[in-house]
């Protein structure tokens, strides 16, 4: 099978499965209790009948849930994600808005954790019962077992209020009204201290697999042939044992891909991070249906994206591996 062949057949695949998830977001929300048109009323100061239901029939919420449901997927198909009562604009128009802050941030952070998790995970290993093998896998096992929400407050508290490094909070600085390459810089600054709060757990994760595969692929007969041939250590390590070792780590980062947009709202509410994560906490809160709709509807379908990616680099990785096998 072709790349291209692949690549079309996974994206049919991934149009079912979010067509899926579409209908059961769609029946999970409605199932909830609370009726939004009665929380605007009562935000309003209004408690008449008649203004609630002027509301239901104004949002469509007056109708049969079968009915809202196809209104809903028709909608989507033609990326109408609904009307936000709350926020007075489009779905669309609001997550558009608000997904590149947080594509930036969960990229980074994704990379940050491979890299950093991947480069100490083979130190480990090569360091096998020494020192530097026990203090990288206490460090990892202290950011592996320290909440999210506390390493982003005490990385706020410590490196923005008493050190006064970076910003603790924020997109970019407000009123500065960079452009170019400043503004690229000071995006960049606000940016240090979630991406790094984001991917310190997943970096222990990836540390602890990479370190734990490659004792086990430098066990193996073939990485025993290359020492027996006379191969450099540093030649086994790269081409033999790290390349074999890679392949589950990259199994796993496909996999985490949909905790890391998960973990995105957490921080993204502690650092102010002006993404979808925050948009999603604030629409729980105020009831708002057709943006938490929308908000899950992006995250299944960056996470679809990121599994595709995922099972090309094993390709890469590893050519042995066909596509489609």
């Given at each position: 099978m072709s790349v291209i062949r692949f690549i079309l057949a996974r994206l049919v695949k991934g149009a079912v499965i979010l067509l899926a998830i579409l209908v059961l977001n769609f029946l999970l929300i409605h199932a909830a209790p609370g009726d939004p048109a009665a929380v605007m009323a009562g935000e309003a100061g209004a408690t008449d009948?008649?203004?609630?239901?002027?509301?239901?029939?104004?949002?469509?919420?007056?109708?049969?849930?079968?009915?809202?449901?196809?209104?809903?997927?028709?909608?989507?198909?033609?990326?109408?994600?609904?009307?936000?009562?709350?926020?007075?604009?489009?779905?669309?128009?609001?997550?558009?808005?608000?997904?590149?802050?947080?594509?930036?941030?969960?990229?980074?952070a994704f990379v940050l954790s491979i890299m950093l998790g991947v480069a100490a995970g083979v130190l480990a290993a090569s360091r096998q019962g020494g020192w530097g093998d026990t203090i990288i896998s206490t460090v990892a096992m202290i950011f592996y077992a320290t909440p999210l929400f506390w390493i982003a407050l005490m990385a706020s508290l410590l490196f923005s209020v008493v050190l006064g490094w970076l910003p603790g909070f924020g997109y970019e600085?407000?009123?500065?009204?960079?452009?170019?390459?400043?503004?690229?810089?000071?995006?960049?600054?606000?940016?240090?201290?979630?991406?790094?709060?984001?991917?310190?757990?997943?970096?222990?994760?990836?540390?602890?697999?990479?370190?734990?595969?490659?004792?086990e692929v430098s066990r193996l007969d073939f990485v025993k042939t290359a020492r027996a041939k006379g191969l450099r250590p540093g030649i086994i390590q790269r081409r033999h044992i790290?390349?074999?070792?890679?392949?589950?780590?990259?199994?796993?980062?496909?996999?985490?891909?949909?905790?890391?947009?998960?973990?995105?709202?957490?921080?993204?509410?502690?650092?102010?991070?002006?993404?979808?994560?925050?948009?999603?906490?604030?629409?729980?809160s105020q009831r708002d249906y057709n943006v938490l709709l929308g908000v899950f509807f992006v995250s299944a379908a960056m996470v679809l994206l990121f599994n595709l990616i995922t099972d090309i680099l094993y390709v890469i990785v590893d050519p042995r591996i066909r596509i489609g096998s």
């Open positions: 009948e008649q203004f609630i239901a002027d509301l239901r029939a104004r949002f469509g919420l007056d109708q049969p849930l079968s009915t809202q449901l196809w209104l809903y997927i028709k909608g989507a198909i033609q990326l109408d994600l609904g009307y936000s009562y709350r926020q007075g604009m489009p779905v669309a128009d609001l997550i558009w808005d608000r997904l590149p802050a947080t594509l930036l941030l969960t990229m980074s600085t407000i009123g500065a009204n960079y452009t170019g390459m400043a503004r690229v810089l000071d995006i960049g600054r606000h940016l240090i201290l979630p991406a790094t709060t984001l991917g310190l757990f997943f970096t222990a994760v990836y540390m602890r697999m990479t370190r734990a595969s490659m004792l790290l390349r074999n070792a890679l392949l589950p780590v990259i199994t796993l980062a496909g996999l985490q891909a949909g905790q890391i947009v998960g973990g995105a709202v957490l921080t993204e509410t502690v650092f102010a991070w002006p993404g979808i994560g925050r948009l999603m906490f604030e629409a729980i």
